[in-house]
């Protein structure tokens, strides 16, 4: 009965091979996320979908493509890995239904580039 | 440019007294404020948030915070730590017309027997 989970937890490539993340929401959610985390725990939002559409954007590098299937999905793909990806990966939903809500994070992927 | 600062690194208590994590925040229009906590090679979990009304919002596992608007504050307290709460606590803040949330760095909270 996972809220928000991830696959896979783990993940260690090398350098310039491309992977994908996938996370799903099972809590009927409009609005999913994706962020990262840095060695030094510092968390920072990449993307963020509302009903399958893009709605942020930071300044992520075009190597990293966010797609959507539907409203229970968001997957991450990342091409040409470098050293500096290595990082763990949060995908969080929220609803706005109602107003502004919680967001409810997964249990991350730890992704190590070598 | 709107922020959050979590002023410490680290954060030192004995099991049974209390506890205080500051946070700061600097945003324009009125903020959603909440707060994560992530236990060791585990994702966040929801604490508590303030929204609207009452300054002093209660949470999860006996943690609640204090909304102090003049000192743009969210200070996370517990009147009585346990060594099970020693994990890194972060505050977010929410801008009113965006639905990202912005962390500080995280505080670490570590509890002594």
């Known amino acids: 009965d996972t809220a928000v989970s991830q696959t896979p937890k783990y993940l260690v490539t090398q350098m310039g091979n491309d992977k994908s993340i996938k996370c799903e929401q099972n809590l009927g959610h409009d609005t999913m996320y994706w962020y990262k985390q840095d060695s030094k725990k510092f968390l920072k939002i990449m993307f963020s979908?509302?009903?399958?559409?893009?709605?942020i954007n930071e300044t992520v590098p075009n190597r990293f493509s966010p797609k959507s299937p539907d409203k229970a999905h968001l997957n991450l793909h990342i091409n040409s890995l470098e050293l500096g990806d290595s990082a763990v990966y949060f995908c969080?939903?929220?609803?706005?239904?109602?107003?502004?809500?919680?967001?409810?994070f997964g249990p991350g992927t730890r992704l190590l580039v070598l | 440019a709107q922020s959050v600062a979590q002023p410490e690194d680290q954060v030192n208590v004995a099991e049974g007294n209390p506890l205080t994590v500051k946070c700061t925040y600097s945003?324009?229009?009125?903020?959603?404020l909440f707060w994560y906590v992530q236990y060791p090679n585990r994702g966040l979990q929801f604490l508590l948030k303030?929204?609207?009304?009452?300054?002093l919002v209660k949470g999860s596992y006996g943690f609640e915070a204090e909304f102090n608007k003049s000192q743009t504050s969210f200070h996370l307290k517990k009147p009585s730590a346990l060594v099970s709460d020693s994990a890194l606590y972060f505050c977010?803040?929410?801008?009113?017309?965006?639905?990202?949330?912005?962390f500080g760095t995280g505080t670490r909270l570590q509890v002594f027997p």
């Open positions: 977010a803040v929410r801008p009113f017309n965006t639905d990202k949330l912005i």
């Open positions: 945003v324009s229009g009125n903020p959603y």
């Open positions: 303030y929204i609207t009304g009452d300054n």
């Open positions: 969080a939903s929220s609803t706005t239904r109602g107003g502004r809500e919680t967001q409810y």
């Open positions: 979908y509302n009903n399958k559409e893009l709605i």
